[in-house]
């Protein structure tokens, strides 16, 4: 049973992780110098606050999705909208940083957040710990929305 939810775990780390590892290759590789350009908000963080963040928030979504899997009335078709909600995350980073396309990016922001609150409330009565550590998540997806909307209309 233990060697089972270490290699789920480990197999959710590699999932999750894959769309940080892309979308920080992306962002690193063909954000600038077009990202230095924008007129940003003044609530915008500073660049290093971004990598920290995101780290903290891919290893509760890890933890929340394993924890989901490991319930005893737990269903595929969540974890089936995880997976989809994993590649939605990534072309977010592709769209915005790869492309440049602000608004194209916003859309892809809002499909996310859709998402993430559909696993919200797919979460809540199977597993209470999955379903919390996705409100932070979903807060600062819903921040980096806000960000967005001002870029569109800044720039």
Request: proline share 4%.
């Amino acid at each position: 049973m233990l060697k089972n939810k270490i290699l789920s775990f480990i197999l959710f780390f590699i999932i999750t992780f894959s769309a940080s590892f892309i979308g920080g290759a992306v962002s690193i590789n063909l954000k600038e110098p077009w990202y230095s350009t924008l007129i940003k908000s003044s609530l915008n963080p500073p660049d290093w606050v971004f990598a920290p963040v995101w780290t903290i928030l891919y290893l509760m979504m890890t933890i929340a999705v394993w924890n989901f899997w490991h319930s005893k009335n737990r269903d595929m078709n969540t974890v089936y909208i995880y997976f989809i909600h994993i590649i939605i995350n990534t072309t977010w980073s592709i769209v915005f940083f790869a492309l440049h396309k602000i608004f194209l990016a916003m859309l892809v922001l809002i499909i996310l957040i859709i998402f993430i609150f559909l696993l919200i409330i797919r979460f809540k009565p199977v597993n209470k710990l999955s379903f919390y550590l996705m409100i932070p998540y979903l807060l600062w997806c819903s921040y980096a929305l806000f960000l967005n909307i001002n870029l569109v209309i800044l720039n």
